[in-house]
């Protein structure tokens, strides 16, 4: 068709068109909606720390201006609120990086087990901090899935760090990586287990919203931003896995995520290397 008419010319009489259309505006009031809300919630959790520390720049210009000791201990209240700040700035940046990737499939082969045990050492010193054993238990060999491995590093971090946070002082945390059969071919399930007062269970379909927590000052108090699960999520669904929590109140929490193993792109990609 050289004829240039091509824009012109009439629609032919489909339906198919008109009901996409209505499905396409239903959906997309919904995610302004959804837009809507989580600016709203972002900028109140960006305001009350921003509001404190306008609160202690007032007063250390003021009543406080010659108080050498209420100087010191305000400072180092600003300078937590300040990193709360950025650790929140971070969470919402990552959030929306993972966001806009979510339908590419990450192309890498990485090992599973690899990435526990950085993710234990990691957490080493805030385990230690609260007398917490994080013990590592894998059947020795490989587990190797396509990810990106700084994202299944963050995952597994947001896992262990909420059950070292919520999961009580000396108990122990344990993460459990075990190869399963699923329905096309094997998957591993990494499980994240802690003894803590667990979650009850009218809270469970609703953890991994943006911002939702059970306990607001709990999570506060522990320096929670109140996106650490929503990330999980998205990490989640980026690498076509599942997430599953589990949990008996009082007794501990479990959150298990599984990923398809790939093990022949892991043959040949580390057997070239032997
Ligand atoms: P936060 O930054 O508040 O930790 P998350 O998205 O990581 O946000 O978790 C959401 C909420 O889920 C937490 O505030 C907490 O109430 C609850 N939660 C998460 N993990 C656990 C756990 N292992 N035990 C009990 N409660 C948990």
């Avoid at 959790?45 to 404190?52: F, G, M, V, Y």
């Avoid at 966001?99 to 090992?111: A, F, G, K, S």
Wanted: net charge neutral.
């Amino acid at each position: 068709d050289a004829s240039g008419s091509k824009g012109a010319a009439p629609a032919p009489s489909k339906p198919d068109g008109v009901l996409l259309t209505f499905r396409d505006l239903t959906a997309q009031r919904r995610s302004e909606q959804m837009r809507a809300d989580f600016v709203a919630n972002a900028s109140h959790e960006l305001r009350t720390p921003l509001a404190s520390l306008s609160g202690f720049i007032e007063t250390l210009l003021g009543p406080a201006k010659n108080d050498a000791a209420a100087r010191e201990r305000f400072l180092g209240i600003m300078g937590a609120q300040a990193r709360r700040m950025s650790r929140l700035i971070d969470d919402l940046l990552s959030l929306s990086r993972i966001e806009l990737n979510v339908h590419v499939r990450p192309d890498t082969v990485v090992d599973l087990c690899g990435i526990l045990s950085h993710v234990r050492d990691t957490l080493g010193p805030l385990a230690q901090d609260r007398a917490i054993t994080i013990t590592l238990e894998t059947d020795g060999s490989a587990m190797p899935v396509r990810g990106d491995r700084d994202e299944l590093i963050r995952l597994f971090e947001n896992l262990v760090e909420n059950a070292l946070k919520y999961g009580g002082t000396g108990q122990n945390v344990d993460v459990r990586i075990a190869r399963e059969p699923g329905t096309q071919g094997d998957v591993a399930a990494v499980s994240v287990r802690d003894y803590g007062p667990g979650i009850a269970p009218e809270h469970l379909p609703r953890l991994t919203e943006r911002f939702y927590r059970v306990d607001v000052a709990a999570s506060r108090d522990q320096g929670g931003t109140g996106l650490g699960l929503a990330i999980v999520k998205h990490i989640v669904a980026r690498h076509r896995g599942r997430l599953m929590v589990e949990s008996t109140p009082g007794k501990g929490a479990t959150f298990t995520v599984r990923l398809d193993l790939s093990d022949d792109a892991a043959k040949n990609s580390v057997n070239t290397a032997a």
